[in-house]
């Protein structure tokens, strides 16, 4: 295999641009997507302040080397989710990469923080942990913003988890999310602007560069992941790119050349009026938010009925 | 060859020399899926691994909340 711009030695075929790469001109071709999909969807400008949500994962990871090789003012923003061991490795690989490359990191602590841990919260609240746990890292990211006077917040969603957010919607019709589901989320009524940028490339496409540009990442998946509904459309997604290379792009992108605009204008008008939490203060659609809706079930006080050993409580009755 | 994959962590073993984009055909793992690394470097679908490699193969897709 040859790379298509200097004809040396490639280590890294890309089938839905039909061409192979070098490791120099890979990693070219990843930023180069990455510049292309801030200017054409107006994500970043040059002074913005950027905010990253950072997992320890090879996309956030990835997000931060590309953004800041751009040349734009990065800062990370981890929360520590509780998730046992995961939790504790995740952070590790967070505070060296951050350490290695001066990045300014912030870290949140839901156990510490909050009282509450995603495994035993999320059972309590009677909540999916991957619901459970989205929930809780939109509303500490908009927060974090908002504290710290961010003009954006990006995040290392990739065009696997696009498509595969899209599928789900497709298949089950969720117009409402389809509308709102695009690359860049404005700033409105105290949220924080919202950005994708790394749409253009796919979950191999990060690896491979956090590879190349040896950036270590947590590798292992999040045990509370397992059966996720998203895994499932990846790899439906990927089992039909082998055939169709581009498929998965076209898929994304067609919707946001075509179809996007049809459900944004239904889904504007679906809006709840915005107040602020009585609680917290942060924006939301009802009296309480739903973070802290979640924060009151999951550190409620377990009833001593629960408390009891299943035999107790068969034995009882 | 020895194999390792992750997620979960397991081993196999196979008894010849192979190419990169065929050892993930036998393995039955989706291309799109999957880096194989060699000596941590990444190494290209057709490179054929000689039968005392060590080889990683390392799944790409992440899940979790979006």
Not at chain 1, 42 to 69: E, F, N, T, W, Y
Not at chain 1, 179 to 201: E, M, S, Y
Not at chain 1, 267 to 294: G, K, Y
Not at chain 2, 25 to 46: K, M, Q, S, W, Y
Request: some cysteine; hydrophobic content about 40%; proline content about 5%.
């Amino acid at each position: 295999m040859k790379c298509r711009v200097c004809r040396g030695p490639a280590v890294i075929d890309v089938r839905r641009h039909n061409a192979n790469f070098c490791r120099e001109h890979f990693i070219k071709l990843c930023r180069d997507q990455v510049a292309k999909a801030i200017s054409e969807f107006d994500m970043l400008q040059p002074d913005d302040r950027v905010l990253i949500a950072v997992s320890g994962g090879k996309d956030s990871l990835a997000l931060c080397d590309i953004l800041d090789h751009l040349g734009y003012q990065v800062e990370g923003f981890y929360i520590s989710l509780g998730i046992g061991d995961y939790s504790q490795e995740s952070r590790g690989y967070v505070e060296r990469f951050a350490e290695q490359r001066d990045l300014p990191l912030i870290v949140d602590d839901l156990p510490i923080d909050y009282g509450f841990d995603i495994p035993h919260g999320s059972k309590a609240a009677r909540r999916a942990p991957c619901s459970a746990c989205g929930l809780s890292k939109r509303h500490l990211f908009d927060k974090a913003a908002r504290k710290g006077g961010y003009d954006v917040v990006a995040t290392g969603h990739n065009l696997d988890d696009e498509a595969a957010v899209l599928m789900g919607n497709t298949l089950h019709w969720h117009t409402e999310y389809l509308g709102r589901q695009a690359p860049v989320l404005p700033a409105h009524d105290g949220f924080p602007k919202k950005v994708k940028p790394l749409v253009r490339l796919t979950e191999r496409d990060t690896a491979a560069y956090c590879l190349l540009r040896d950036i270590d990442y947590m590798v292992e998946e999040c045990p509370m992941a397992e059966g996720n509904r998203h895994l499932l459309y990846k790899s439906a997604l990927n089992d039909i790119e082998v055939s169709s290379p581009g498929a998965k792009h076209s898929f994304y992108f067609g919707f946001l050349q075509r179809a996007a605009q049809r459900f944004a204008e239904a889904a504007d008008e679906e809006m709840p009026a915005i107040r602020a939490c009585s609680q917290c203060e942060a924006p939301c659609s009802s009296d309480l938010c739903a973070f802290c809706r979640l924060v009151d079930r999951a550190t409620a006080p377990v009833p001593i009925r629960m408390m009891q050993s299943p035999s107790a409580t068969k034995a009882k009755t | 060859m020895i194999v390792k994959m992750r997620n979960p962590n397991r081993e196999v073993e196979i008894d010849r020399s192979m190419a990169v984009g065929d050892l993930l055909t036998a393995l039955d793992l989706n291309r799109e899926a999957h880096l194989v690394i060699v000596d941590g470097e990444l190494v290209p679908r057709d490179m054929v691994l000689a039968r005392d490699s060590v080889v990683e193969i390392r799944p790409v897709i992440s899940g979790g909340s979006l």
